[in-house]
């Protein structure tokens, strides 16, 4: 844009370098501002801009093709929308209705919201506590083990080592067979539930005709 910059121009008619129009005065010998087509060039390019910039074809028919312009770069009354920033911008008044809570994109209708935790709470850093039952192990599942016993010599003076009179280990104890396969086994695990209901608000994705 630029304002009026020919010769005959009303200096600083809307403070220092913001030049204006003037009438003539024939009788006092004051000149009209003359016109140039810069002037009108501005004032033309910087309409049609603002109405093809809204998507608009220019219509030699329309008078009102700026205020339609103008009427949909504007939010309608009531229109809500996220602002990454501290405060709500002039103009808009933060709403409070809900707090601390995630948000969901749904494809249906939005504005709704659910959930029963705390968006903080549902997502803190929690322990799970808890513990294993008892499991009584089967010989199946002990793992393999050697059973090791005696064979007591028979030289003796008798062949009962409890008779209290004969009898002596044998040199190398004999194995008995392995007791136990390792088999696997189980352990129910109760812990702490952890609710992660977290509380929402419906959003919906849009974007502008
Ligand atoms: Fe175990």
């Given at each position: 844009?630029?304002?009026?910059?020919?010769?005959?121009?009303?200096?600083?008619?809307?403070?220092?370098?913001?030049?204006?129009?003037?009438?003539?005065?024939?009788?006092?010998?004051?000149?009209?501002?003359?016109?140039?087509?810069?002037?009108?060039?501005?004032?033309?390019?910087?309409?049609?801009?603002?109405?093809?910039?809204?998507?608009?074809?220019?219509?030699?028919?329309?008078?009102?093709?700026?205020?339609?312009?103008?009427?949909?770069?504007?939010f309608?009354?009531g229109t809500k929308l996220l602002f990454f920033q501290a405060a709500a911008p002039i103009g808009w008044t933060q709403i409070t209705t809900h707090n601390n809570k995630a948000l969901?994109?749904?494809?249906?209708?939005?504005?709704?919201?659910?959930?029963?935790?705390a968006f903080t709470?549902?997502f803190?850093?929690?322990?799970?506590?808890?513990?294993?039952?008892?499991?009584?192990?089967?010989?199946?599942?002990?793992?393999?083990?050697?059973?090791?016993?005696?064979?007591?010599?028979?030289?003796?003076?008798?062949?009962?080592?409890?008779?209290?009179?004969?009898?002596?280990?044998?040199?190398?104890?004999?194995?008995?067979?392995?007791?136990?396969?390792?088999?696997?086994?189980?352990?129910?695990?109760?812990?702490?539930?952890?609710?992660?209901?977290?509380q929402y608000i419906?959003m919906?994705?849009?974007?502008?005709?």
């Amino acid at each position: 844009m630029q304002r009026i910059d020919t010769a005959t121009k009303a200096v600083d008619l809307f403070g220092a370098g913001k030049h204006g129009f003037k009438d003539g005065n024939q009788s006092l010998g004051i000149a009209p501002t003359d016109l140039n087509a810069a002037i009108f060039n501005a004032i033309q390019e910087e309409i049609a801009n603002v109405i093809e910039g809204a998507g608009m074809a220019l219509d030699p028919g329309s008078r009102t093709q700026l205020k339609e312009a103008l009427e949909l770069s504007n939010f309608d009354i009531g229109t809500k929308l996220l602002f990454f920033q501290a405060a709500a911008p002039i103009g808009w008044t933060q709403i409070t209705t809900h707090n601390n809570k995630a948000l969901r994109i749904v494809s249906g209708p939005g504005g709704g919201s659910g959930g029963s935790v705390a968006f903080t709470t549902a997502f803190a850093s929690q322990a799970v506590n808890g513990s294993n039952s008892a499991t009584t192990l089967t010989t199946a599942q002990t793992p393999p083990h050697p059973h090791a016993f005696n064979v007591y010599n028979t030289g003796g003076a008798g062949s009962n080592p409890s008779g209290g009179s004969g009898g002596s280990p044998s040199a190398s104890p004999g194995t008995a067979t392995d007791g136990g396969s390792g088999g696997s086994h189980n352990h129910t695990f109760t812990g702490t539930a952890i609710n992660l209901a977290v509380q929402y608000i419906d959003m919906i994705l849009a974007s502008k005709n």
